[in-house]
Nanobody
Framework: QVQLVESGGGLVQAGGSLRLSCAAS????????MGWYRQAPGKQRELVAT????????TYADFVRGRFTIYRDNTKNTLYLQMNSLKPEDTAVYYC??????????WGEGTLVTVSS
């Protein structure tokens, strides 16, 4: 079992920045891929960005490309999401996810990001 703990959410004005952190309970080198999802009020959970262990590839949803950056610190077993130029529509609970590549998916409890207009 992989435990994931998100932090870094909060209240920010439109145009501001936040950095989210996801601390994993084991080496993230053993995790095939990790990513960030978000769920806004009244909407389904959607993928924001991913980071793959094998290729160190990164993917981004169209609505965050150019504004958000996903990256890892392997020494701290932590995944980050740097969010710049935040918009009110970015308001959501952000969830960290980990995939071992064996069909097992793990989730954190989420951290709330609120962007005021």
């Amino acid at each position: 079992q992989v435990q994931l703990v998100e932090s870094g959410g909060g209240l920010v004005q439109a145009g501001g920045s936040l950095r989210l952190s996801c601390a994993a309970s084991e080496s993230i080198l053993s995790i095939n891929s990790m990513g960030w999802y978000r769920q806004a009020p009244g909407k389904q959970r959607e993928l924001v960005a991913t980071s793959t262990r094998t290729t160190y590839g990164r993917t981004y949803a169209d609505f965050v490309r150019g504004r958000f950056t996903i990256y890892r610190d392997n020494t701290k077993n932590t995944l980050y999401l740097q969010m710049n130029s935040l918009k009110p529509e970015d308001t959501a609970v952000y969830y960290c996810a980990a995939d071992r590549g064996n069909g097992m998916r793990y989730w954190g409890e989420g951290t709330l990001v609120t962007v005021s207009s």
